[in-house]
C-alpha cells in the first residue's frame, strides 16, 4: 500500500487503464448496455483523475466501427491500438508501448469478458504482465457466460476487483490530494437520479482530469526557461541542482516492477501456466 502521495504518484505513473474493444456495435448488444457505459465511464474518470494514463484497444475498426465517442472523449492523450487478434495484449505495437511508456501494471475494462477479456488473461499471465480486471466494468451478451469468464479468469490467479475498490486502494486514506475529487466522483456516479446519458454528454470536470506526464513536462520546459533567461549568479543555483538531476535518474533506473504495489492489486502466486 502506498505510504506517501509521492508513492501513490510514481505507481500511478507506472499504471495504465486498458479500455478494451468498447465499440458501438458490441454495446449495442448488451442486455445491460446503460450500466455498462456508466461504470466504463467511471472507470475512465477515476483513472484521469488520479493521473493514471488510459488507452483503447478496438477490433479491426476499419469494418466494426471505433470506440464509442462519449467515452473516448473523457480520456486525455488516449493511445487507440486497433487489433484483429482476441487478446488485447496481442494488438500491434502495445506491447513495446507498454515497455516504452514503463507502464509495468494494466487495469482492464471493456468487453466481451468470455472471449476477448478472458484470452486477454490468459496472455497476461503468459508474459507476466501485471493486470487487475474491474469486474463492474465488464460487459458481454449473455450474463452467464461474463459470470462464469471472471471465474476462470480469478483460477487463473489474475486478480479481479470492482473499480471503487482498486481506485480507493490506490488512494490510500483521506489525506490524499484527489481524495475529495474523487469522493465526489464516486458521488455522481451512484446518484441513480442522474441518468447516464447525463452523465456521458457533460464534460468531464478539466479542473481534476489532467495527464500523467504533461504537468511534470510543463514545469520542467518552464524551468529550463528560468535557468536560460538568468545571469551569473543562475548558473551557480544551476550547478547546485545536479544532485538533484542525478537523483531523477537515480529514481528512473530504479523504477519500474521494484515499485510498491498495493497489496489489494498484487496478484496471487501464480500457478505454472497450462499450455
Request: charged share 25%; proline share 4%.
Given at each position: 500500500?502506498?505510504?506517501?502521495?509521492?508513492?501513490?504518484?510514481?505507481?500511478?505513473?507506472?499504471?495504465?487503464?486498458?479500455?478494451?474493444?468498447?465499440?458501438?456495435?458490441?454495446?449495442?448488444?448488451?442486455?445491460?448496455?446503460?450500466?455498462?457505459?456508466?461504470?466504463?465511464?467511471?472507470?475512465?474518470?477515476?483513472?484521469?483523475?488520479?493521473?493514471?494514463?488510459?488507452?483503447?484497444?478496438?477490433?479491426?475498426?476499419?469494418?466494426?466501427?471505433?470506440?464509442?465517442?462519449?467515452?473516448?472523449?473523457?480520456?486525455?492523450?488516449?493511445?487507440?491500438?486497433?487489433?484483429?487478434?482476441?487478446?488485447?495484449?496481442?494488438?500491434?505495437?502495445?506491447?513495446?508501448?507498454?515497455?516504452?511508456?514503463?507502464?509495468?501494471?494494466?487495469?482492464?475494462?471493456?468487453?466481451?469478458?468470455?472471449?476477448?477479456?478472458?484470452?486477454?488473461a490468459l496472455q497476461?499471465?503468459?508474459?507476466?504482465?501485471?493486470?487487475?480486471?474491474?469486474?463492474d466494468a465488464l460487459?458481454?451478451?449473455?450474463?452467464?457466460?461474463?459470470?462464469?469468464?471472471?471465474?476462470?479468469?480469478?483460477?487463473?490467479?489474475?486478480?479481479?476487483?470492482?473499480?471503487?475498490?482498486?481506485?480507493?486502494?490506490?488512494?490510500?486514506?483521506?489525506?490524499?490530494?484527489?481524495?475529495?475529487?474523487?469522493?465526489?466522483?464516486?458521488?455522481?456516479?451512484?446518484?441513480?437520479?442522474?441518468?447516464?446519458?447525463?452523465?456521458?454528454?457533460?464534460?468531464?470536470?478539466t479542473a481534476r482530469?489532467?495527464?500523467?506526464?504533461?504537468?511534470?513536462?510543463?514545469?520542467?520546459?518552464?524551468?529550463?526557461?528560468?535557468?536560460?533567461?538568468?545571469?551569473?549568479?543562475?548558473?551557480?543555483?544551476?550547478?547546485?541542482?545536479?544532485?538533484?538531476?542525478?537523483?531523477?535518474?537515480?529514481?528512473?533506473?530504479?523504477?519500474?516492477?521494484?515499485?510498491?504495489?498495493?497489496?489489494?492489486?498484487?496478484?496471487?502466486?501464480?500457478?505454472?501456466?497450462?499450455?
Amino acid at each position: 500500500m502506498p505510504n506517501s502521495p509521492q508513492n501513490t504518484a510514481d505507481l500511478t505513473q507506472s499504471m495504465a487503464l486498458m479500455v478494451v474493444d468498447a465499440q458501438d456495435c458490441f454495446i449495442d448488444r448488451l442486455a445491460d448496455k446503460d450500466d455498462f457505459l456508466r461504470r466504463c465511464a467511471f472507470a475512465i474518470d477515476a483513472a484521469q483523475t488520479l493521473g493514471i494514463q488510459t488507452i483503447f484497444t478496438e477490433q479491426v475498426p476499419d469494418k466494426l466501427g471505433s470506440t464509442n465517442t462519449l467515452l473516448k472523449q473523457r480520456a486525455r492523450h488516449a493511445r487507440v491500438f486497433s487489433k484483429k487478434s482476441f487478446s488485447a495484449l496481442a494488438a500491434p505495437g502495445i506491447e513495446s508501448y507498454l515497455r516504452d511508456h514503463e507502464i509495468y501494471h494494466i487495469l482492464i475494462c471493456g468487453l466481451e469478458t468470455p472471449i476477448c477479456i478472458y484470452q486477454t488473461a490468459l496472455q497476461s499471465i503468459d508474459e507476466d504482465i501485471d493486470a487487475t480486471f474491474l469486474t463492474d466494468a465488464l460487459g458481454c451478451r449473455r450474463t452467464e457466460d461474463g459470470r462464469l469468464a471472471i471465474e476462470a479468469i480469478r483460477q487463473l490467479d489474475c486478480q479481479t476487483l470492482p473499480s471503487e475498490t482498486v481506485f480507493y486502494s490506490l488512494l490510500g486514506s483521506a489525506t490524499h490530494p484527489n481524495f475529495r475529487s474523487f469522493s465526489k466522483l464516486v458521488a455522481t456516479f451512484s446518484n441513480t437520479s442522474i441518468t447516464t446519458q447525463q452523465i456521458l454528454s457533460e464534460k468531464p470536470d478539466t479542473a481534476r482530469i489532467r495527464s500523467p506526464s504533461s504537468s511534470s513536462g510543463t514545469s520542467k520546459d518552464s524551468g529550463r526557461k528560468k535557468r536560460r533567461r538568468k545571469s551569473e549568479a543562475a548558473e551557480s543555483k544551476k550547478a547546485s541542482s545536479t544532485p538533484k538531476k542525478k537523483l531523477a535518474k537515480e529514481r528512473t533506473s530504479q523504477s519500474g516492477k521494484g515499485k510498491e504495489v498495493p497489496s489489494s492489486l498484487k496478484p496471487a502466486k501464480k500457478k505454472t501456466a497450462k499450455k
